[in-house]
């Protein structure tokens, strides 16, 4: 009789360990959103977490076969909490993928948390240039862009225009500073330069000292890095004081995306750069707007298809494993390898993890972003300090 014991535990052993993969397969993926829904960024928060369920609702509620479960914080854009608020995801609620966030800062804390961790992490807006320059790591991917990008495109932009001295004025904070460096380095490398950088901290709004600034110096241009409420707010400010007759306001799209209603007729005519623009003729795009505006009863913006290609960057990586998340190293490859069908057009991810993608010069008409050219074809961020 002896020998059945242990017989009988290894069979009671196999079926445990059956049950326990068969379960994990059938079980839902943890998908951990940490997203601003107050403050200033609240908006696109909500927008992007829109977008990501909009694309995981297209396909049939699953992505590789799986169901998706949300958990959601709001970070409210303060990066003093964000690891506490990111360990809330990935220590108590055990999410399998965090996706966030908007704020640079509350980002870098994140992508610190997922690396410690090694939770996949997928970020949907957030541009902090260090994500994918000396932070970068296999389990994270970006759907968005770096604040590099599209400073960059609007730099070369006011050097062709033949502008020659520019002031910028921003957030201090990571994505302020970084967005106007990369705008610098486009209008030097294109014969202008920048005369003086003007920051105040976020996300603050009393604006006019530094509009007194700008009306005193004359630049030829100024670009300006704000977004969400802030952007609504400065644009107005800009336009109230007469500046917007003399000295002509650029930026990248974030100053005038998902702001327009808001922003009424201080925006128009205005020149932005970013990797999207509403009204691109694609039947990608023209789909994906339909549904938006169907779905949610609202004009979709860049975020909402930022939150949308994070669903797909998640997607592809899931589809090539049957919705097994212990096959980790095919998962994040083929997160990075596929070419992503976005409404903005198709685009890459760099070794980097962030997309390489045209930057579009659009023009505000209306309650619209429209395409005018491309500024800058696939432009791919200098991922400088990454080692992968
Ligand atoms: C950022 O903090 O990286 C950021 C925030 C809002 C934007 C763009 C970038 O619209």
């Known amino acids: 009789m002896r020998p059945q014991l242990p017989f009988r535990v290894a069979v009671a052993a196999l079926l445990v360990a059956g049950a326990g993969s068969a379960f994990a397969q059938g079980a839902p993926i943890k998908v951990g959103l940490m997203l601003p829904y107050s403050g200033t960024y609240a908006g696109i928060g909500v927008a992007i977490e829109n977008g990501f ?7 049939g509620g ?52 997922a690396k410690a961790n090694n939770t996949l992490l997928v970020i949907p807006n957030a541009g902090a240039d260090a994500i994918t ?18 400073g960059y495109a609007m730099g070369t932009v006011a050097g062709g225009k033949g502008v020659k001295r520019a002031m910028t004025i921003t957030w201090n904070y990571a994505a302020g500073a970084e967005s106007t ?46 977004a969400g409420g802030g ?69 979709a913006d860049v975020y909402a298809v930022q939150g949308y290609d994070a669903a797909q960057i998640l997607g592809n990586g ?31 991810l760099s070794a980097a993890g962030n997309p390489v993608q045209d930057m579009y010069l659009r023009e505000v008409k209306g309650n619209y972003n429209e395409f005018r050219s491309i500024a800058v074809k696939a432009l791919a961020d200098p991922a400088r300090g990454c080692k992968m």
């Open 53 to 59: 369920k909009l694309y995981v609702q297209e396909q």
């Open 318 to 348: 899931l589809k090539a494993v049957n919705g097994d998340l212990s096959k980790r190293d095919q998962l994040t490859a083929a997160m990075r390898k596929t070419a992503v069908d976005s409404p903005r057009g198709k685009f890459t």
């Open 133 to 150: 320059g000396p932070l970068c790591a296999a389990n994270i991917v970006r759907s968005s862009f770096s604040n590099w990008q599209p």
């Open 231 to 299: 952007a609504v707010k400065f644009v107005k400010d800009y336009a109230a004081a007469g500046l917007n007759k003399t000295i002509p306001l650029y930026g990248p799209g974030f100053l005038t995306d998902g702001t327009l209603e808001a922003q009424g007729a201080s925006a128009q005519n205005m020149l932005t750069t970013l990797h999207y623009a509403d009204n691109l003729d694609t039947r990608r795009n023209n789909d994906f707007r339909k549904s938006y505006a169907l779905t949610y009863k609202a004009n």
């Open 62 to 113: 699953k992505l590789g076969g799986r169901e998706i479960q949300y958990f959601k914080v709001d970070d409210e854009s303060e990066p003093s909490k964000a690891t506490e608020n990111v360990n809330k995801l990935i220590k108590r609620d055990n999410v399998d993928v965090l996706v966030g966030t908007v704020h640079s800062g509350v980002a870098l804390a994140m992508a610190n948390a």
């Open 181 to 226: 460096k990369g705008f610098t380095e486009g209008l030097e490398k294109t014969g202008g330069k920048v005369i003086k950088d003007l920051n105040l901290p976020f996300p603050g709004v009393e604006f006019q000292a530094l509009l007194t600034e700008i009306a005193a110096q004359k630049p030829d241009a100024v670009y300006a890095f704000f």
